[in-house]
């Protein structure tokens, strides 16, 4: 950190004597064919292309094939596997669609399938008229509804046990393939004797309104699972173990998306007391979990048993979304740049990071003065927020990518974190937008005639335990807020940023997408545009 920071003046010398002239120089004078474009119209377009490159059809058929004949072949990932017959089970937010799919691909060979899927998600998808993600009504595949907002209950409970079961009798000559997708944690609760589900709901519950990351939640919750570390693929032991593998996770780490039903643990339970101790929980966990936590019994590296019967392949994840919504902004006409797909951490912070980036970029584009302590602190923010693949420089070079003085589309994925403070409704993508409005309203002065949206979205199209996948603002908002009498910090306060925009211009600023059948975590768009060039 030190030895970065003593580089800032190189980078600001170098970085912003070229690459800020540049943003004014090329972007100033040609836009004027972008300032009849609806900001809040472009942004609902680009998030929605970006959930469209990863819904279960495509990507299932882009992964997943069946030779015919008289010795039929699956085919996954470049990879074969034999069989004498065929199971599915799954879990996820996504899961729905994409045991649909791999049905109508494996047709007969298909022997029987079970899968976990969030409550209500059936009857939204059919009124959303999306059949092509629903079952036929002869179909194999059992579908057990359970996790009412997102946490495990006794629905989910069921479905885990019978999954568990139907893996445990499978021999050799059988392949399961696992179909997981995000939410597939609250899906396969199974929680290690004599931990009960509801003792199991108070960890996870108290660890996430502490803050606690989705890494750290993933660790504790397979410590005290049967089925998760692993627990799946041994069940199934000696089937082969096929999955398909939507990630929601930062990274893409198998271990942690849907806490690694078919992936050896990295972690033993000796890691999950400094977790609950780190936020001051291990005192107030019941006996039954300190008991299996102070034990060997939880999955750990030396007792896994031996995964050569597994194969995980990945076909989704935040990456392959943003390439296309960058791929869509650029056909709107905007210089699109992917800052990062690992934005993670405080949701504070990360807005204070977009308020401040935009701010920075919209200064320079108006051609103020040169504010080189402003842009040292943007730096250093970089620095402290240490966000994969977005570098110290990052936030002076990013202007580079401009061409023939076009309009700039900046996009960004991950997932971030709320602590929660009040007891108002909404979701980490609706607080993040409330948030950057409120930094923009402070940062008036600085944005000079610029035209900015700023976006955030989930794209399992629901935001915390909301309809709406989550929110859009311009810098405008919080006058315009004031004008209605809402007064944005007091909803920030209450982690209430849904109620807020509910009842804003009659709810005009949310995204409303539906359940979107597919979760490959939050997208992020910010549009910057010069306003003097029309």
């Known amino acids: 950190m030190a030895f970065a920071l003593r580089n800032l003046d190189n980078i600001i010398q170098v ?12 972007t100033k ?3 004027s064919s972008h300032y009849s474009m609806s900001l809040p119209e472009h942004g609902k377009q680009i998030f929605s292309r970006a959930v469209q490159a990863v819904l279960p059809d495509a990507i299932m058929r882009k992964n997943l ?6 010795s039929p072949r699956l085919l996954v990932g470049g990879k074969e596997f034999s069989f004498e017959k065929l199971y599915i089970v799954g879990f996820g937010k996504a899961v729905l669609g994409m045991a649909a799919t791999a049905e109508e691909i494996l047709g007969d060979h298909l022997i029987q399938g079970i899968i976990s899927i969030p409550l209500g998600i059936q009857e939204c998808l059919r009124k959303a008229g999306k059949r092509e993600m629903l079952l036929k009504s002869d179909s194999r595949i059992k579908v057990m509804e359970g996790a009412r907002n997102n946490l495990p209950d006794d629905a989910a409970l069921q479905a885990a046990r019978e999954i568990h079961k139907l893996s445990q009798r499978l021999t050799k000559d059988d392949v399961l393939l696992v179909l997981i997708s995000g939410g597939g944690s609250a899906l396969l609760p199974s929680p290690i004797p004599p931990i009960t589900l509801t003792e199991k709901q108070m960890v996870t519950r108290l660890l996430a309104s502490r803050g606690a990351t989705i890494q750290e939640l993933n660790t504790v919750r397979k410590a005290l699972s049967l089925l998760k570390g692993g627990g799946l693929a041994r069940a199934a032991y000696p089937a082969q173990v096929v999955s398909l593998i939507l990630s929601d996770v930062i990274g893409d780490p198998l271990d942690i998306i849907a806490s690694g039903p078919t992936i050896p643990s990295p972690h033993s339970v000796r890691d999950c007391p400094l977790v609950l101790t780190k936020y001051n929980l291990w005192d107030d966990m019941p006996s039954s979990v300190q008991t299996v936590l102070q034990s060997d019994s939880g999955p750990s590296l030396e007792n896994t048993l031996e ?9 989704g994840s935040n990456s392959l979304a943003l390439a296309e ?7 709107l006409g905007y210089d699109p740049v992917v800052l ?5 951490g405080d949701v504070g912070s990360i807005s204070h990071f977009y308020s401040q980036l935009i701010s920075r970029i919209c200064s320079h584009l108006a051609g103020t003065e040169a504010n080189p302590k402003a842009d040292q602190e943007l730096l250093e923010l970089v620095a402290h927020l240490n966000i994969p693949g977005l570098s110290l420089a990052d936030c002076f070079s990013v202007v580079k990518c401009l061409k023939d003085r076009r309009a700039l589309c900046l996009l960004a994925g991950g997932e971030t974190t709320v602590k929660l403070q009040g007891k108002g409704k909404g979701g980490r993508n609706q607080e993040m937008v409330l948030r950057v409005a409120l930094e923009l309203h402070k940062e008036c002065d600085n944005l000079g005639p610029c035209d900015v949206l700023f976006l955030s979205g989930g794209t399992d199209g629901q935001d915390g335990p909301t309809e709406a996948a989550g929110a859009f603002c311009k810098p405008g908002l919080v006058g315009q807020a004031e004008q209605e009498h809402l007064d944005v910090q007091r909803f920030l306060r209450r982690n209430d940023s849904y109620t807020f925009f509910r009842r804003f211009k009659q709810g005009q600023n949310l ?3 539906g359940l979107t059948g597919t979760n490959v975590m939050d997208v992020q768009v910010a549009l910057i545009r010069s306003s003097e060039s029309s």
């Open 15 to 26: 970085s912003m004597k070229r690459t800020w002239k540049a943003l004014l120089t090329h």
């Open 29 to 31: 004078t040609s836009i």
């Open 65 to 70: 094939n069946l030779t015919h004949g008289a």
């Open 307 to 315: 995964f050569s019967h597994v194969s995980n392949t990945v076909i």
């Open 325 to 331: 919504a960058r791929n869509y902004a650029e056909e």
């Open 340 to 344: 990062s797909t690992g934005v993670g």
């Open 511 to 513: 995204l409303l997408t």
